[in-house]
């Protein structure tokens, strides 16, 4: 077993370095029967390095939009109108770094320290969900973020929570309940702006329009372009399509944006009755591309806060982990 993983020292160091010999060709198809079967693989279990190295990618990525994902409305606390609304969005950011916690957790039983993931965020060689390289600019885009980036998010979350790796699909379940609670917290919010003033409810409807394509963006590009999609629903780590996922999202919230008296930005938008496929105007993948790579409206803000707590709380885990190197000060 390695650190929290039951890899070995050498095998992870050759996966590291792209190994790409071939499987057992036997061992490979009982991996395959398995996991059509419904059964869970576990960390001790033998894996294909494919497996195992799309796993770390996509986990990790999931860790890293948790973390960073709390930034946008981390930014709101100081500034939330009421304390009811306070205390929840406190609690919420709290929620989210808890998920990054047990996602990193769950990405470490494949073998990839901790400290290599944050190391990997932070120069930017790792990704993070594209949404959460966009500002919250009004207190209606928390409202926003609140209601549909957690809808989004519970859409992918709940049907990925029945794939093959025992570790994440547990860690998705227990994400998706607290998940719920912030999907409450945010449709209150957004009710509360739709049914508000003229003035809220222009607010919303700006924040929407803002909001509108990095949402369409969140479900990965369209299955044509997707490069891992294939292989993970093989392998039932992605229990549906990015386009799947989608069509899904558009199906449960489009009716609950547009009941509260809001417009959807895209006049393209329609349902086709007969297949229940939505189709929508081109949501500029350019975009897309350009914000995952780092060159987002926040992506630079965003990682410079990584790197701020990296430089300003190494005590925090000097003091956990090598307690002989921190200085006790008495108090006066
Ligand atoms: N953002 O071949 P595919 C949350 C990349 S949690 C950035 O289709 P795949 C909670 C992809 O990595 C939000 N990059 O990829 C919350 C790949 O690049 P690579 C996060 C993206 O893996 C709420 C390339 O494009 N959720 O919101 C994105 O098969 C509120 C080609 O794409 C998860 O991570 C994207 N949106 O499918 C927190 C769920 N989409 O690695 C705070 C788990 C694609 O080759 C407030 N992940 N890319 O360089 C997944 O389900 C999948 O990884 C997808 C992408 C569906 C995101």
Not at 238 to 257: G, L
């Amino acid at each position: 077993m390695y650190g929290n993983a039951f890899v070995d020292p050498d095998e992870w160091k050759k996966l590291k370095k792209g190994d790409k010999t071939p499987e057992d060709p036997v061992k490979l198809e009982a991996f395959q029967a398995k996991i059509d079967r419904g059964e869970k693989i576990e960390p001790s279990d033998w894996m294909p390095k494919e497996y195992r190295r799309q796993l770390i990618r996509m986990i990790e990525q999931h860790a890293n939009s948790e973390l960073i994902g709390a930034l946008p409305e981390g930014t709101w606390i100081t500034r939330a109108p009421g304390f009811k609304r306070k205390m929840a969005i406190i609690a919420k950011v709290q929620d989210e770094i808890g998920h990054a916690q047990l996602l990193y957790n769950a990405a470490e039983s494949l073998g990839k320290s901790r400290v290599a993931m944050l190391n990997d965020l932070m120069s930017g060689k790792a990704k993070y969900s594209n949404v959460f390289n966009y500002p919250a600019l009004t207190w209606a885009d928390v409202a926003v973020i609140g209601f549909l980036v957690d809808g989004a998010a519970i859409v992918n979350q709940l049907i990925n929570s029945k794939g093959s790796y025992g570790p994440y699909c547990r860690a998705l379940k227990r994400i998706c309940a607290e998940e719920a609670f912030h999907l409450k917290q945010g449709h209150d919010a957004f009710v509360a702006l739709a049914t508000g003033t003229p003035k809220q409810q222009s607010m919303l409807q700006e924040a929407l329009n803002r909001w509108w394509r990095p949402l369409i963006h969140f479900f990965g590009p369209s299955d044509k372009q997707s490069v891992h999609g294939e292989t993970l629903q093989r392998w039932k780590v992605k229990m549906a399509s990015n386009d799947d996922m989608r069509n899904k999202f558009f199906d449960q919230y489009v009716p609950k944006i547009t009941e509260v008296g809001l417009t959807i930005p895209d006049p393209e938008l329609r349902k086709d009755e007969a297949t229940g496929e939505w189709f929508y105007g081109d949501p500029d993948w350019d975009e897309f591309f350009r914000v995952i790579k780092g060159d987002g409206p926040c992506n630079k803000e965003r990682l410079a806060v990584r790197h701020w707590v990296n430089e300003n709380h190494q005590w925090v885990s000097d003091a956990l982990l090598r307690p002989d190197r921190v200085r006790m000060v008495p108090l006066a």
